[in-house]
């Protein structure tokens, strides 16, 4: 059975949820043993790297018709798109109508064009983080390579110049520092993945750690 | 998967509140029963659930303090946020006796196999998994060369204060003790440099903006990257 509270003590409603409405996002209970939060923590796997748009790249390679690298001049060239919505991290903070904008996955596909057996994707950032996805997380509109928070240029502590913006999932899918899109048939795991988090990582369905 | 994981999923249970004591003027140790007991690595965390009466539930996350060479127990320390939605429920309503939900252990990156050697940077409540190393250390690698860098607010709110070791080298932020030599401060590259080794890993832990800044003096003195084990507990 589970232990309820003493009732000495009252769990409070999250603050933003006693607030009105917000402008953005669904405004609805956060997904399940989350909370509300209304600044942008960091999680980073050991120092927080350094990166000049000089000398970052983003490659797109693998099981593909075409690998392809843009440097930061030709990704800027790029057709452009903005993401309005929540953001979910596995410690347990999610943040309501956060804006991120940038360049569609999808963009990025059609001019590499994956190839037919090409399920997986393992996402790589500069400093060697990886994590791993399902190709069809990341198209039809639902993963970006975001450069712009809330109309400034993403912060370096958030991973700029760039990420990877995949807002339906935990945030650590959400490669920070982005460098890497290599499609895969099968899928191989990343940095949390071999490290007890769920393979896939699905706030709604709470799958936090492996085997969740 | 790694073996800090065990395998398949990791399971909700009911622990029993042992034991609990104040860690200083500020934090509350519980020592937790857990009846489904599993073995854990130092450096890892539980995640604890706490359910109100019409069902909400909130959870967060508690790094194991104590060394995994205590079986049939572990401890956690709770640092009391006064606004805070668990950790004031979790540091003074809760009672010996009482019941709690958590489950692990959680997390194969911040966790300490017996590298050494070892040198460990907290700051605040980020005292708390490196306390475990350092137990576990004591007893099972008693000749490992170890050394710690604790960074608190005040005296008042260093945690393990009696089991540090004199040679810990403590950093006072707010004020120091009567008599203390220097002003309160934040940590510098000195304290990096007279603690450093020249090989092993490091392992920082505390809130966001200490980890951020310990990491970056690491790398000033010479550490890899990929030897500076961070861990990061939130806001301030
Ligand atoms: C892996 C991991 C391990 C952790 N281990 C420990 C541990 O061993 N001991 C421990 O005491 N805590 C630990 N924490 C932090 C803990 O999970 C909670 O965040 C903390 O207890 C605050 O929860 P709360 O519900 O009381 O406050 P909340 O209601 O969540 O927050 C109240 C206010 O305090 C701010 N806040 C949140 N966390 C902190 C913080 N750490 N420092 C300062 N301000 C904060 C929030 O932004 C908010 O404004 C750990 C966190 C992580 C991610």
Redesign the pocket.
């Given at each position: 059975m589970t232990p309820r509270l003493r009732s000495r003590h009252e769990l409070?409603l999250p603050r933003i949820l006693r607030q009105a409405t917000p402008a953005r996002g669904h405004g609805g209970p956060p997904p399940p043993g989350q909370?509300y939060?209304?600044?942008f923590?960091t999680?980073t796997v050991g120092p927080t790297p350094k990166v000049e748009t000089a000398a970052w790249n983003l490659r797109v390679d693998g099981l593909v018709e075409h690998a392809i690298e843009w440097d930061w001049n030709a990704f800027k060239a790029l057709p452009r798109s903005t993401f309005e919505g929540d953001i979910h991290c596995v410690?347990?903070?999610s943040k309501l109508g956060t804006s991120f904008s940038g360049v569609s996955v999808d963009e990025l596909l059609a001019l590499a064009q994956p190839k037919p057996e090409a399920k997986y994707v393992l996402a790589t950032s500069v400093g060697g983080y990886t994590t791993n996805l399902p190709l069809a997380d990341l198209v039809d509109g639902k993963a970006w390579i975001a450069d712009t928070h809330e109309d400034q240029p993403l912060p370096r502590e958030h991973g700029g110049p760039a990420r990877l913006l995949v807002p339906h999932l935990y945030f650590w899918k959400s490669a920070k520092w982005i460098a890497q899109l290599r499609l895969l048939a099968e899928d191989e795991w990343g940095f949390w993945e071999r490290n007890g988090y769920h393979h896939r990582g699905d706030p709604w369905q709470e799958q936090r750690y492996t085997g969740d | 998967m790694t073996d800090a994981t065990p395998p398949g999923a990791i399971t909700w249970q009911v622990a029993d509140v042992v034991a609990a004591w104040a860690e200083s003027s500020t934090?509350r140790t519980l020592r937790l029963h857990l009846p489904e007991p599993w073995t854990y690595l130092p450096g890892q965390?539980v995640d604890v659930r706490l359910t109100a009466p019409d069902g909400y539930q909130?959870q967060?996350?508690?790094?194991?303090?104590s060394s995994p060479a205590d079986e049939g127990s572990i401890e956690?320390?709770?640092?009391?946020?006064a606004?805070?939605?668990?950790?004031?429920?979790?540091c003074d309503v809760l009672e010996v006796g009482d019941q709690i939900e958590l489950r692990g252990p959680?997390?194969g990156y911040?966790v300490w196999r017996g590298e050494r050697p070892v040198l460990l940077v907290g700051g605040?409540?980020?005292l708390?998994?490196l306390m475990s190393i350092l137990r576990h250390l004591r007893r099972t690698a008693p000749d490992a060369p170890v050394r710690m860098i604790a960074s608190v607010r005040t005296p008042g709110d260093l945690l393990y204060s009696g089991e540090l070791g004199d040679d810990a080298r403590l950093i006072y932020t707010r004020a120091g003790p009567p008599g203390w030599a220097e002003p309160p401060r934040r940590l510098r590259p000195e304290d990096i440099a007279a603690a450093a080794f020249d090989e092993g890993p490091a392992y920082v832990c505390g809130?966001t903006g200490f980890v951020d800044r310990a990491a970056d003096l690491l790398l000033a003195a010479g550490y890899p990257a990929d030897q500076i084990l961070t861990?990061?507990?939130?806001?301030?």
């Open positions: 409070r909370y939060e209304s600044g923590p999680l410690t347990k903070w | 934090a965390h909130a967060r996350s508690y790094s194991i303090g956690l320390t709770i640092q009391r946020l606004d805070g939605e668990v950790s004031p429920y979790l959680i997390g911040f605040g409540s980020g708390v998994p809130p861990e990061r507990f939130g806001p301030t």
